[in-house]
C-alpha cells in the first residue's frame, strides 16, 4: 500500500505532472465537447467532464481497493474542471467545438498511454496478475470514454469504431508487465510503456488504420 | 466510523423518518412510473423502482467506503418497495400515472434536499475536503434518477432538461459545509441545509426557471 | 471470509466445475454475440463477453465487500474468453449467430440457476439479511446481461421481455434461503437451489409463458 501511494506520488510529483495535468485535462474536455453535442445543460457538461476525466481511475481503484480515490486526494483538479467548464461553456461556439476535437486526439493520445501504463503498475504493485493488470491498465485509460459515451445514449465508441484505442492501451500495458519481470526502473518502464501506446495510437491515428470487420455474410444479411 | 453510524441512525431515528422515508417513496414512484412509461415488464418495475431509492445512496457509501448500505442495514423498506409496487401494477393507469409525475415534483423535492444534505454530512464526517463532501452528497440525490433514466435508455434529464435540480442539491450541500465550519449543531444545520435545497427547488418549479443555453450559433449548425 | 473462501472454492473444486464453466461460456457467448449483431468492433466483442460473463459475479462482490474478484482469482479464464472470442470472430457468420442464440437459451439457464444459487449463499455467509442475499444472487446471474444490453445502448431485455429470468432466479434465491433455515448440507441446497431455477425457467421458456402485462387501458393511450 504504501509503495502503492509512493509510485502514485512520484507518477505526480516529477515532470510527468505537466503531460499527466493534460491527459486529465484533454480527456475532461472530450467530455465537455460530447456534452456540448447533445445539448446536455451545465449540470450535465460538469457531469460528463468529471465522468470522462476521473471515471477511469475511479473504477480502477474500486477494484483494487486502493483509497483514496485520485480526486479525493487532489481534489483541486475538481475546482479546475468547475472553472475549465464555466470558461468553456461561455466562450464556446459550435465551430470552435469542431476544430476541438481533432486538435484534442493527440492530448487524448497522451492521456491513453499515460492511464494504461501508471493503472497497470498500480495493479502489479497491488499483487494483480499480469493480465488482469493489463486488463485494468486499459479499463482506467479507456472507461472515463465509455461512461462518457454511455452517458449521452450513444454505444461507447471505443467498442464500435474499429480504430486501435483499448487495444493501444492493452500492449502498453504489457509493455509494463515486461519491464517488470526484467527489472527495469519503474520510471524508465513507465516511461517506455506510455511511449509505447502513445506511438501505436498515433500511428493508428497517422495511417487511418481499422481493425479487421466481421466477415463479409453479416453484410448481406 | 462510529460516528459517522451514530449520525446516520440519528437521521433515520428523529423527526425526519417520515420525511426520510416519503423521500425514498418518491424516488421509487418516479422509477416506476418512468418504467411503467416505458413498458418495462415487472421485473424492470421493481428494478428501476429499487435503482432510483438506493442508486444514489448506494454509489456514495461505495465510494467513502461505508457498511452497511442502507438497504441492507434497512432491509425492510425493500419489503415494503416490492409492496406498493405490486400493488401499483395492480391498480395504476396511464391518465394516473400522468396525475402521479406532477404531484410527485413535491416529494421528490423533499428527497433531494435531505439526500444532498446527509449525504453530504456522511462525507465530512468520512473526512472528505469540502468540494468533494458536496459532490458526494449531490450525487447520492441524483445518482438514483441517473440510473432510472439510463435504464430505460433515454439521456438521463438531470443532465440535459435544463431545470435546476443538481444545482439545488450543490448549493445545499455548501450550507451543510458552512454549518460545520461555524460549529453549527448538526441538527439544524442539516434541517437548513435541506431546506435551502428543497426551498431552491421549489422556487425552480413555481417559476419555470431554465439554466443558460448554449449560444445561439449552435442551433444554426 | 474464511468460509466464504472455502464455500466458493467448494463450488468450483468438485463436479459443479463443469457445468460453472458452462454457464460462464454460455454468459461470455451471449455477450459475443449480442455485440456481433450490433457489429461492435474486437475490443466491444471481448467487453461485452467479459461484462456479460464477469460483471454480475463482480458487482456481488464489489457490494458484499468480497476480494478477489473471480477473475482475478482465476484470472486464466480470461485467457480462455480471449482465445474463444478470437476463434468466434474468425469463424462465426451471421447465420451461425442465429443458431447459436437459440442453442444458448439452455447453457444460459444452467448459468443462471447456479450463479442465483452461489451468489445468494455467498451473501448469507457476507451475513446478508435473506431478501438481500436473495437480491444478491439475482443481481449476480442477472448484472451480466443487463451491462450488455447497456453496452449496446438497448433496454434490457430481463426489464423488458416480459419473460420470467430474473423472477426464476429470484425463487431459487429463497430455496437457499429455505435450505439454509433448516439445516439442510450447503452442497444438498445449492444443488437443489440451482435446479429450481433451472427448472422454472425451462419450463416458462418451452410454454412460452409470460409475465402479465400493463393494464389495458396503457395501450389506448
Not at 474542471?81 to 465551430?95: D, I, K, P, Q, Y
Not at 496478475?129 to 465508441?157: H, K
Not at 520510471?187 to 510503456?193: F, G, I, N, P, S
Request: contains cysteine; hydrophobic residues 55%.
Amino acid at each position: 500500500m504504501n509503495e502503492s501511494v509512493e509510485i502514485f506520488n512520484w507518477t505526480l510529483s516529477k515532470a510527468q505532472i505537466v503531460i499527466e495535468v493534460l491527459a486529465i485535462m484533454a480527456f475532461a474536455l472530450s467530455g465537455l465537447i460530447e456534452a456540448a453535442r447533445h445539448k446536455l445543460d451545465a449540470v450535465g457538461v460538469f457531469v460528463a467532464a468529471g465522468l470522462t476525466a476521473f471515471g477511469g481511475g475511479t473504477l480502477r481503484d474500486l477494484l483494487i481497493d486502493r483509497r483514496p480515490f485520485f480526486w479525493v486526494e487532489h481534489y483541486y483538479w475538481l475546482w479546475v474542471l468547475l472553472l475549465v467548464g464555466l470558461a468553456a461553456m461561455a466562450f464556446m461556439r459550435s465551430h470552435t467545438l469542431e476544430l476541438t476535437e481533432k486538435a484534442m486526439q493527440w492530448p487524448d493520445a497522451l492521456g491513453l498511454g499515460l492511464f494504461a501504463a501508471s493503472g497497470t503498475q498500480l495493479a502489479l504493485v497491488a499483487e494483480m496478475p499480469a493480465l488482469v493488470a493489463v486488463l485494468m491498465g486499459m479499463m482506467s485509460a479507456v472507461t472515463g470514454g465509455v461512461l462518457r459515451d454511455i452517458v449521452v445514449n450513444e454505444i461507447p465508441r471505443a467498442f464500435s469504431d474499429y480504430r486501435p484505442y483499448a487495444v493501444c492501451a492493452f500492449l502498453g500495458g504489457w509493455v509494463v508487465v515486461l519491464g517488470e519481470a526484467v527489472g527495469l526502473n519503474s520510471t524508465v518502464t513507465l516511461v517506455t510503456a506510455a511511449g509505447v501506446t502513445i506511438a501505436l495510437r498515433g500511428a493508428a491515428l497517422l495511417t487511418d488504420y481499422r481493425l479487421p470487420e466481421w466477415r463479409k455474410e453479416r453484410e448481406n444479411r
